[in-house]
Every structure is written in structure tokens, then in C-alpha cells.
């Protein structure tokens, strides 16, 4: 890759690891970042920035440059006032913080994910509609844009747009299963299970569902006044109203949507003014019948500090906890992004990257982002030994370590055995081929001697061993099956089915 396409990867890697609206808001347009031999400049537009970004990103950006690279870079920052925006913007944003004060400084002054200048600004104030609800009056109708980007409501050039996701292109398992329909039922029938929320960890499709229902009210109902907004943009325009432009239209504004969508619900906690005015807001809109959808990090059970109350109103819609994907939807989801990428993935690797990488969407993305700069580098298709060697490091940094005890509990998990079967003294054919793949998963996945894993199968000797090993490689390489509990299974396909039970233990 030239700089330019190394530089575009790492923004890409570090908008994943930091937030699209973060990422807007410090390392965006007053921002500009270049390669310069083994070393990544970060510019900024003023020494406050540099310091906050250096404090609070430094880690995120030498990540990005791994991820991207394979290699890590020294990142050095400097201050270039030319990157500054526009006065008018400045002080705005200026006059933001101070309202906020800096008491939560890992959210960036004035709590605000979005900077003052793409907040709905046109000429100095704010337009109305200038929310998502509201794109600007040249954007074509089938074009869907994400939040950052048609706030701003101006139609001004420069702004990057994207496609904002669509319901159907969500690929659902049983980790999303009952999410996904409630949000389709939330978009086909405002009001019909009002709040909705949405929870889970990072990465596993919550601000896809969200901006989901968001496009298929707009298609399904034109005109519907329909709201799209982080946690940060909402308390920013709280705090905005109460110290400037007024309460009333903030509430006119909010109260008065079909449709609130707020995403990063555990952002308010401990901000006690702001729960207040979002609890009135809730209680409006429910009244009326109105669709509200949330989206939190982690289940209202853990998210006491929201308040009995505000937890009391979520508590009497639908709340829906999505897990991390399973294998065959991480398999979908990474071919879903390879496809619209435009980027071939064999099967092969395909498979291989899912089985390996199991924790959310994002990792996949960024594995992706991994296998496409690998291909580039060597300008040929992109092969299983190559996958194997891009992605060594981030496997080799999420593995955990493996014991026996874990292998053997995973095969019997897997095969339906009982729990002492495989160390028992018995040799049909339903435990030896199992007590065979543990031992040769053993050999694999631990640093075990021979010996301690004969001794842990049920005191089998060192060369029993061996032999399994020689035996399960032979059935892999000839790609055969083996009958196991009743049911064949290619030995592939046994392998992995245990690796997986290892790694979601």
C-alpha cells in the first residue's frame, strides 16, 4: 500500500476502536494524520487538542497502526493552526465546554460526541430539523445517511456520507434472534412495544438495529418525525437549551417526534438534570403512543444508576439482550462485509477467520481490514496459509490458556458423554474416537507432555498418545468422517465444533 491507503486504513481501523462520532469530532476535518517512514504524525489544530488526543487516543492510534500494519509505529503529535475551524465554530464550542465544565473528560469536553460546527449549524444558528430526522433538501431519497453526518441539516459539501444499515441487511442467529424482531416490529408498528432496548457488549449489532429501524420507518412512512441521536448529542443539546437557546424548543423538539432513537443509554448515568428532562421526555411520548428505541452497553440490572424510575419505564416495554455471535453467524457477517467490499474470501478462509475470532462484529471487521491490506501487499488471491500468517498475532493476543480439563470437558459437551467418560477404561467406539480427538486437542492446544496427557485420559501410556495424534491427522489430511454418538460428522467438522466450545466457555 502507498501512505495514502495506509493512512486511509488507519482511519477506518480507529474510527472501529474509538467511535465514529469520536473519531469525527477530534480526528476528523481538524485533524490530519501521515506516514512518515516508521513514524505516524498526528497534526491538530491547537495545542488543547494535541493534548487531549495524545491523553486519550494515544493508545487507540498505536493500536490502529498494529492492526493495520502488522507492526507497530511511533506516533508523534504537533499542532497546526491552519486545521482550525472556523471562528464562529470555535466558539461555540468553546463556550460549550465551559457551560459542562470538564468533569467527564473521557467523553470530551461538554460531554459532546459532535462538535459544535456539524451540530445543526447554518449560518451561525441552529436550522430546524436539524437532526437525523431532517437530511438535507439535495439528498437523494433512497440515499441513507448515518447520524454525524446529516445532523449538520445544511447541505453543505464535505461532509463524508455512508449508507446507514438496513434491517435486511442484518444477519440474524440465535444470539440477535428475538432483538432483530422486535426492532422489526418497532419499525412496521411504532408504539406497538414502546421503549425498546437493546443491550449487549460491544461490537454485537446494536447501532446496526438501531439505525435500522430508523431507515425502514423513513421508507415505510414518508415524512414521519423521526429522531436519530447518541446519548453525548443528546445531553450536549440539553445543556445547550438550559444555558442558551432554551428549554422550549428543546422540548417542542423532542416531544414531539413519532420516533426517539437514543443509542449509549449507560452514558447518563450519574448525570441527574439530564435524567430528569429524558424521563418527562419518555413519559410524553409514551402517552402518546410514540416508538422509543435504546441501546445500552449492559442490562438494566446493572444500570442502577439511571434511576428506579427511568428503569421502571423500560421495564414496561421490550428489552431484548443480544449475546456475542455464534459460528455460523460471524460466518455471515464476515462474508456480508466482504461482499460489500467488493473483496473475494474463499470459504476456507472464511471458515478460519469465524472459527478463530469469536467476539463481536468489529474484530471481524477489523480482521477483514487485515486480510485486505495482506492481499494488496503480495497482489495475489488471498489464501488459507496467508490468513494464518496476517492474522497470527490478533489469535495469538484473544487466545486464552487451554487446559486438559478444558479440552476434556468441551468433547463431552460437544458429543454428549458423561463427564468421566473419556478417562474411563472403556473402548467402544462412542468414547474411543472422542477420547482419540481430546488427545490429539490436547497435543494441539496445550504445552502438555506426553505423558501428563496419557496420564489425564485414564492413564494411558505415552505412545497411545502418539498414536492418536498420527491417527487424527491422517483422518484430517483425507478429509474423512467418523460415526460420534450416533451421528457422523466430517473430522473437520468435529475439530471445530470443540474449538468453538473451547473459546465461548
Not at 451561525?124 to 437525523?132: E, K, N, Q, T
Not at 448529542?233 to 438550559?242: D, N, R, V
Not at 435504546?294 to 449475546?323: H, K, N, Q, Y
Not at 475470532?357 to 495482506?374: I, K, M, P, Q
Request: aromatic fraction near 6%; glycine fraction near 8%.
Amino acid at each position: 500500500m502507498d501512505d495514502k491507503e495506509i493512512v486511509s486504513a488507519i482511519h477506518a481501523a480507529l474510527a472501529d476502536k474509538v467511535g465514529q462520532e469520536r473519531f469525527d469530532l477530534w480526528l476528523g476535518a481538524a485533524a490530519r494524520l501521515s506516514v512518515r517512514g516508521e513514524t505516524l504524525l498526528v497534526e491538530l489544530a491547537s495545542r488543547f487538542a494535541q493534548d487531549w488526543v495524545r491523553s486519550h487516543f494515544r493508545r487507540e492510534i498505536e493500536a490502529a497502526c498494529a492492526q493495520t500494519l502488522g507492526k507497530p509505529l511511533a506516533v508523534e503529535f504537533a499542532v497546526d493552526p491552519t486545521l482550525a475551524p472556523s471562528p464562529g465554530a470555535s466558539k461555540r464550542t468553546a463556550r460549550h465546554a465551559a457551560a459542562n465544565g470538564t468533569k467527564n473528560a473521557g467523553a470530551g469536553p461538554a460531554d459532546s460526541s459532535v462538535p459544535a460546527a456539524q451540530r445543526g449549524q447554518c449560518n451561525g444558528s441552529h436550522a430546524s430539523g436539524s437532526h437525523v430526522s431532517q437530511p438535507p433538501a439535495d439528498a437523494p431519497a433512497q440515499s441513507e445517511l448515518s447520524p454525524g453526518d446529516i445532523s449538520n441539516g445544511c447541505g453543505k459539501p464535505g461532509f463524508v456520507r455512508r449508507r446507514f444499515a438496513a434491517l435486511e441487511q442484518y444477519v440474524v442467529g440465535p444470539s440477535n434472534r428475538l432483538a432483530h424482531a422486535s426492532a422489526q416490529m418497532a419499525a412496521e408498528q411504532p408504539g406497538r412495544v414502546s421503549p425498546l432496548l437493546v443491550y449487549g457488549a460491544t461490537g454485537v449489532g446494536k447501532t446496526h438495529l438501531l439505525e435500522g429501524i430508523w431507515t425502514a420507518a423513513r421508507r415505510s412512512r414518508a415524512g414521519i418525525h423521526a429522531v436519530y441521536l447518541s446519548a453525548e448529542q443528546f445531553t450536549t443539546y440539553f445543556l445547550e437549551a438550559l444555558h442558551g437557546s432554551g428549554l422550549p424548543s428543546f422540548r417542542r423538539k423532542y416531544r414531539g417526534v413519532e420516533l426517539l432513537i437514543i443509542d449509549g443509554l449507560q452514558f447518563f448515568a450519574g448525570k441527574r438534570a439530564t435524567l430528569i428532562e429524558l424521563l418527562h421526555t419518555v413519559d410524553t411520548l409514551l402517552r402518546e403512543g410514540r416508538q422509543l428505541v435504546f441501546a445500552a452497553d449492559r442490562s438494566p440490572a446493572t444500570l442502577r444508576e439511571l434511576g428506579e424510575e427511568f428503569l421502571t419505564r423500560l421495564s414496561s416495554g421490550m428489552v431484548c439482550g443480544i449475546d456475542p455471535p455464534d459460528y455460523p453467524t460471524r460466518l455471515g457477517i464476515l462474508r456480508q462485509m466482504a461482499q460489500a467490499r467488493g473483496f473475494a474470501l474463499t470459504d476456507d478462509v472464511a471458515e478460519f477467520v469465524a472459527t478463530h475470532l469469536t467476539a463481536n462484529a468489529r474484530e471481524l471487521s477489523g480482521a477483514l481490514n487485515r486480510l485486505e491490506a495482506a492481499a494488496r501487499i503480495s497482489r495475489q488471491a488471498l489464501t488459507r496459509s496467508m490468513a494464518e500468517e496476517a492474522l497470527s498475532e490478533i489469535i495469538r493476543h484473544n487466545a486464552r490458556p487451554v487446559r486438559l480439563e478444558d479440552i476434556e470437558r468441551a468433547v463431552c459437551d460437544v458429543f454428549g458423554l458423561a463427564p468421566e467418560s473419556l478417562q474411563s477404561a472403556r473402548r467402544d467406539k462412542d468414547v474411543c474416537q472422542p477420547r482419540m480427538l481430546a488427545m490429539y486437542l490436547a497435543r494441539k492446544l496445550t504445552r502438555a507432555a506426553l505423558s501428563e496427557i496419557g496420564r489425564h485420559f485414564g492413564r494411558r501410556s505415552h505412545s497411545t498418545v502418539v498414536s492418536a495424534q498420527k491417527n487424527m491427522s491422517g483422518l484430517v489430511a483425507s478429509q474423512a468422517t467418523i460415526e460420534l454418538h450416533g451421528k457422523r460428522w466430517t473430522v473437520e467438522e468435529a475439530i471445530r465444533r470443540v474449538e468453538e466450545q473451547l473459546r465461548t466457555a
